[in-house]
């Protein structure tokens, strides 16, 4: 622990203050707060007591279209002959496809007893630019039965033999898609809604684009001109240049069917909408824009939050970072409690290269590279972007990034204050102890450094961490 840490942490009293329960990957750590710390948290919706009932109700009174059964019968050849895709999400993403409460042994059963052959079913996982699958992770998503009993296939968006051109959409994006989905006589596309910092929303058109689409799409996707967007943000659709462009061409390829799920502030079921693509999607969007966006009448001095079920690594953690920003003032602090417990728990090689580019250019340095005409796309840019915008509010003081995983050398590549220095004594093998001993330390030194500078500090935990979404708000727009 550095001296001016230790001196802080030493000098505080936390006499009065109240216990908090931080999510820290399927576990949980308590730590100590200001006794006036604002616990900012999704809304209680009612979740599904008969899970099994719900899918099936949703199977066969669909939104916006004829159930499945129907549409095998239009397609005008045999049901024996028809193949099918199914595109689901991988690990990072908490669906619930297995068990019998889970969404695929349904869905196959219904399209079994349709009259389709196993054989033609192919299950794809719809990676984007995330790597492939590990047979462990398959199984905890989908399920021993599904797994051994089916073909489940890791989309690949480099592999140009396995695409298909789709044509060029009106921005002008020349587009390639999986071609064993986008052959097969029946397309369906499954996934979680939930909000999303780059389309708005997740699920619908998202399993394909990106989910499916091929490397340069991607690229342009999370290029610098649609995420500098105003419009590109959690839970906004409308002059979404992302959603737009993925809606375009999840159309192209013509999907004829999605189940997508909301999940409540503890990843448990609370709705299933089955049907048509669009419409489906945004009965799911109308629920959870009531329940997960928080208002808020002032940001706060210190925000805490926690990286959630998808902060696998240090990638997919920034969806926390930028999900906090409206909650925190220009130049406070935010805590990130992150369990990265991928087995690479920072990300690619190319985002380890990307992440110490933005660290040496800093957020406006590293904007100017990627609008560069010289500049080379290059894989996973857009996440250092998006740490970009989080230290352009609170400065590289201003976040304190907590994860035992990262090695304190690799540390360096990060931006912010390495949650390591607010451990005493040299570092053990991670625990939930030492989880919280480090998250605890990082909260009384953003507190103790406030206090410091003559001021009493406001704070705000999100409860849910990447799921919530906080939004400022003016007096009139908060309900009472």
């Known amino acids: 622990m550095k001296p001016d840490i230790q001196k802080k942490i030493k000098k505080a009293d936390t006499r009065g203050w109240k216990k908090i329960s931080v999510e820290f990957g399927r576990e949980a750590i308590e730590v100590l707060a200001p006794p006036d710390c604002v616990e900012l948290t999704m809304k209680d919706v009612p979740v599904l007591r008969d899970p099994q009932r719900a899918i099936e109700e949703a199977f066969s009174n669909p939104t916006g279209s004829p159930p499945l059964e129907e549409i095998i019968r239009k397609k005008g050849k045999p049901p024996e002959e028809l193949s099918v895709a199914i595109a689901v999400s991988d690990i990072t993403r908490p669906v619930p496809y297995r068990g019998e409460s889970g969404l695929l042994p349904p869905l196959l059963r219904r399209l079994e007893s349709s009259g389709i052959r196993r054989e033609k079913i192919k299950i794809i996982v719809a990676t984007g630019m995330h790597r492939a699958s590990t047979p462990e992770e398959k199984a905890e998503m989908y399920g021993e039965e599904v797994v051994s009993h089916y073909s489940i296939l890791d989309h690949d968006c480099e592999n140009q033999d396995l695409l298909e051109s789709i044509g060029t959409t009106r921005r002008g994006t020349h587009v390639y898609v999986n071609r064993d989905f986008y052959s097969a006589d029946l397309k369906i596309a499954t996934g979680l809604v939930e909000s999303h910092f780059f389309t708005g929303i997740s699920g619908g058109r998202k399993s394909v684009c990106p989910g499916l689409v091929d490397v340069k799409t991607i690229q342009k996707f999370h290029g610098p001109a649609y995420l500098e967007d105003p419009h590109t943000a959690n839970l906004v659709l409308e002059g979404n240049p992302c959603h737009e462009e993925a ?85 406070g602090t935010i805590i990130i409690a992150a369990n990265n417990r991928d087995f690479e728990p920072i990300g690619s090689a190319e985002y380890k290269t990307l992440l110490h580019l933005l660290k040496i250019q800093g957020p406006d340095g590293y904007l100017d ?43 360096c590549l990060l931006p912010g204050h390495c949650g390591l220095e607010f451990l005493k004594g040299k570092r053990v093998k991670p625990s939930l102890e030492k989880a919280r001993e480090m998250v605890q330390h990082a909260v009384i030194f953003a507190v103790r450094r406030c206090l410091d500078q003559g001021m009493k500090p406001t704070m705000g935990f999100i409860r849910e961490g990447p799921y919530a979404v906080p939004s400022l708000k003016r007096v009139g727009e908060i309900g009472s």
Not at 281 to 289: P, R, V
Not at 395 to 404: A, D, F, K, M
Request: aromatic fraction near 10%; charged fraction near 30%.
């Open 247 to 331: 809606l375009e061409v999840a159309r192209t390829v013509g999907v004829d069917f999605i189940v997508n799920v909301n999940l409540d502030k503890d990843l448990r079921l609370v709705r299933v909408f089955a049907g048509d693509m669009v419409e489906a999607n945004l009965k799911a969007f109308e629920l959870i824009k009531g329940y997960a966006e928080i208002p808020i009448r002032e940001p706060f001095d210190i925000v805490l939050t926690h990286s959630g079920y998808v902060g696998r690594d240090h990638y997919q953690t920034a969806k926390a970072g930028v999900g906090a920003l409206p909650a925190v003032k220009e130049r």
């Open 369 to 411: 590279l990627l609008r560069t005409a010289g500049w080379k796309f290059t894989k996973d840019q857009w996440e250092p972007e998006v740490w970009g915008k989080v230290i352009k509010k609170v400065g590289e003081e201003g976040l304190i990034y907590c994860s035992l995983e990262i090695e304190r050398k690799n540390y």
